[in-house]
């Protein structure tokens, strides 16, 4: 069984940036897909960021040029580097593992941007 926790999260002012750390344990973190997603309050949860094991990388365009997604497979730790943050990335922020059809989420961690 994939175990994920996120940690990382924080307030921080508009124009501020936070570090978040997903490290999995239990699973082949090397070959999995790693996501970074996030959910609002009243809104659906939605894709910030995907990694391959190979490294290619996909985000979403509201996040582009901001935000960056990385891993370390030697320490099974998934990050996202959130620069420039603004008010509208408010959200809990889960991680996900994907892996010849096994995934699993993390408990999300909580990112407020305000002045």
């Known amino acids: 069984q994939v175990q994920l926790v996120e940690s990382g999260g924080g307030l921080v002012q508009p124009g501020g940036s936070l570090r978040l750390s997903c490290a999995a344990s239990?699973?082949?973190?090397?070959?999995?897909?790693m996501g970074w997603y996030r959910q609002a309050p009243g809104k659906q949860r939605e894709l910030v960021a995907l990694?391959?094991?190979?490294?290619?990388?996909n985000y979403a365009d509201s996040v582009k040029g901001r935000f960056t997604i990385s891993r370390n497979n030697a320490k099974n730790t998934l990050y996202l580097q959130m620069n420039s943050l603004k008010p509208e990335d408010t959200a809990v922020y889960y991680c996900?593992?994907?892996?010849?059809?096994?995934?699993?989420w993390g408990q999300g961690t909580q990112v407020t941007v305000s002045s």
């Open positions: 990694i391959t094991g190979g490294g290619s990388t």
């Open positions: 996900q593992y994907s892996n010849r059809g096994v995934s699993s």
């Open positions: 239990g699973s082949i973190f090397s070959v999995a897909i």
